[in-house]
């Protein structure tokens, strides 16, 4: 049997053999991803114009300034590189095959593979959104890598998937994993 379905814009499920597999994109907005990219650039550059005019300042107050900033400006450019790595190539894989169910952060075919033993599985919930909540704002904005919206419960061990979904692509996501496990 197979039956391919598209689940909102940026959501697919395949069902094939006795396979269950999900991909889940991170954006369908390309604008927003050249944006970031600029703002990349922009956000490079000027730590390297710093980095540059350091070698050229005589105060070591001005040098103490100048490596607390490259420490902060280090750690955002960290944070910009791995949001736009995966937004521009990144998705999430979910694959239920022999018994097991497969989850992946793939970015450009890399990235760890974490099995999970249907049995052992309980059931997929929706990760509700606190209406005013700033965490959940935050987490559900372009700009970060987060934002999960389906969760389950393996061995005491929750994971969460999903990221930044709506409501309603996160609950026919649900729906459809439901309805395979209840074939097995």
């Known amino acids: 049997m197979e039956n391919i379905q598209t689940i909102g814009k940026r959501s697919s499920v395949l069902i094939k053999d006795q396979v269950f597999s ?21 956000w490079s550059v000027s730590g390297v114009i710093v980095i540059a005019n350091y070698f050229t300042l005589q105060q070591e107050s ?12 280090a750690y955002f450019e960290f944070k910009i590189v791995r949001v736009y790595m ?6 999430e894989k979910v694959w239920i095959k022999n018994g097991t169910l497969f ?13 999970f033993d249907v049995n052992l599985v309980s059931d997929f919930d929706l990760i509700a959104l606190t209406k005013g909540s700033i ?9 970060v890598k987060g934002g999960e919206r389906i969760e389950f419960t393996c061995q ?6 999903g990221m930044q979904l709506d409501d309603d692509d996160a609950t026919k ?10 074939t097995k």
């Open 62 to 73: 001005a040098k103490l300034f100048i490596v607390i900033w490259l420490a902060f400006w």
């Open 103 to 115: 989850y992946q952060q793939d970015i450009n075919g890399k990235g760890k593979i974490k099995e």
């Open 22 to 42: 999900l991909v889940i994109l991170p954006t369908d907005d390309k604008k927003k991803v050249n944006l970031m990219f600029l703002w990349l650039l922009a």
């Open 86 to 91: 995966w937004k521009r190539f990144g998705k």
């Open 156 to 161: 005491s061990k929750v994971m969460k998937f």
């Open 135 to 143: 965490a959940d704002t935050f987490s559900q904005t372009f700009w």
């Open 173 to 182: 996501i649900i729906i459809a994993l439901k309805k395979f496990l209840k």
